[in-house]
Nanobody
């Protein structure tokens, strides 16, 4: 059973930094295609924050470009999100997401339970 364990959320003042981590376990397959972070603020839809492929290609939401950096440790199946210059509008629950590829050729996506990030002004 795939499990994603997130950590690193918390309360920070505007302009501060946080680093989120997500460790994946229980993955039996070819490997992990994409590891990423989404967020959902109260009353809003869940949105992509950043994603990284196994080959190192990254993708960011326009709102976080230049402030957030995603990285992954493929050996330890862990993805990180370094968040700098945090603003109140970054306040949300942040979810880890991974896409696993299986030997059958199919893929499946899994979600973490989420970690709260609150930025005070």
């Amino acid at each position: 059973q795939v499990q994603l364990v997130e950590s690193g959320g918390g309360l920070v003042q505007a302009g501060g930094s946080l680093r989120l981590s997500c460790a994946a376990s229980g993955i039996i397959g070819v490997g992990i295609n994409i590891m990423g972070w989404y967020r959902q603020a109260p009353g809003k839809q869940r949105e992509l924050v950043a994603a990284a492929t196994g080959g190192g290609t990254t993708n960011y939401a326009d709102s976080v470009k230049g402030r957030f950096t995603i990285s992954r440790d493929n050996t330890n199946k862990t993805v990180y999100l370094q968040m700098n210059s945090l603003q109140p509008e970054d306040t949300a629950v942040y979810y880890c997401n991974v896409e696993v590829k299986y030997f059958s050729g199919t893929t499946n996506r899994y979600w973490g339970r989420g970690t709260q990030v609150t930025v005070s002004s």
